[in-house]
């Protein structure tokens, strides 16, 4: 070959490898544009989420626990309320105007009172004569256990609580009007018997024997306990309501009377004591 072919074929091949440069670079070029970054040789850490566990739906409701039941007996202010309404389904109208119940010395020292027996008595409207009196015992399991009855309310009395002979009167009906003064109604009681059985304790009333509850008015309580109220409750208002509590005597032949005992009377709103002291009742009649 001639020097000037060798020459033209050097320069053919020269330009074939500078143009696979050029097209070599434009590729390399182009994949870097279009390519992913690459993942670097450490990975970071990756935080991991928890996903919370929730507390199991309960299958069945929670039972409350149940309230502590209380026994009808411990409230004398209850009680009298429902007799309230007994006596109101015989006649509209009518007004209560005394109570009655006992309490044991073992309920006063230890506080815990459950009445046996109330008997409330309720004024007609109207009249001085007629009465409604509820008298209600409870037994072992609280049931109500009534005597209703609609009557005339004066009875003759049974001279120093000797048993009345055969053929008299003594305790019968006598029809005669009372006073309506004797059938004042009761007001402002707010004092219930778990309360009084407290006051009772700390006057030391009670402290050895227990006694009759009455809770009353102030002339009515004059009028029926004259042998001993009269004089300690002179000067109160005759409608005054009053819880009167007469302590169970005691009898004795030192004494020259059939039974002595310690009274007390309180004051129905506050617990107030408005009187207190001995009693004594007279001997039967021979």
Not at 58 to 74: E, G, I, N, Y
Not at 118 to 139: H, Q
Not at 216 to 227: F, G
Request: aromatic share 8%; proline share 8%; net charge negative.
């Amino acid at each position: 070959m001639s020097q000037k072919g060798f020459a033209s074929v050097l320069i053919i091949i020269v330009g074939v490898v500078v143009l696979a440069g050029i097209a070599g670079y434009f590729v390399l070029n182009q994949r870097a544009i279009t390519s992913p970054a690459l993942t670097p040789t450490s990975t970071p850490p990756t935080s991991t989420f928890t996903t919370p566990t929730l507390s199991p739906t309960p299958s069945h409701t929670p039972t409350p626990t149940p309230a502590k039941k209380v026994d009808l007996r411990s409230s004398l202010l209850t009680i009298t309320d429902r007799h309230l309404r007994d006596a109101e389904v015989i006649a509209t109208g009518v007004k209560l105007f005394e109570v009655e119940t006992s309490i044991s010395p073992e309920e006063i020292n230890s506080g815990d009172i459950l009445i046996q027996h109330v008997f409330s008595s309720f004024a007609l409207p109207n009249t001085d004569v007629k009465y409604i009196r509820v008298n209600e015992w409870f037994d072992n399991q609280a049931k109500r256990n009534y005597t209703t009855s609609s009557e005339s309310f004066v009875v003759q009395t049974c001279s120093g609580g000797a048993a009345p002979p055969p053929g008299s009167d003594c305790g019968q009906p006598t029809g005669e009007s009372e006073p309506r003064e004797k059938h004042l109604p009761i007001n402002d009681w707010n004092i219930d018997s778990q309360a009084l059985g407290r006051i009772l304790k700390e006057s030391g009333m009670g402290s050895s024997r227990g006694g009759k509850i009455i809770v009353t008015t102030i002339y009515r309580l004059r009028s029926e306990y004259s042998d001993f109220f009269l004089q300690s409750l002179a000067g109160f208002p005759d409608g005054q309501t009053v819880i009167g509590f007469i302590e169970t005597g005691t009898s004795g032949a030192a004494t020259n009377f059939s039974e002595v005992g310690q009274y007390v009377v309180l004051d129905t709103e506050k617990g107030k004591v408005l009187a207190r002291g001995d009693y004594k009742l007279p001997p039967p009649a021979p």
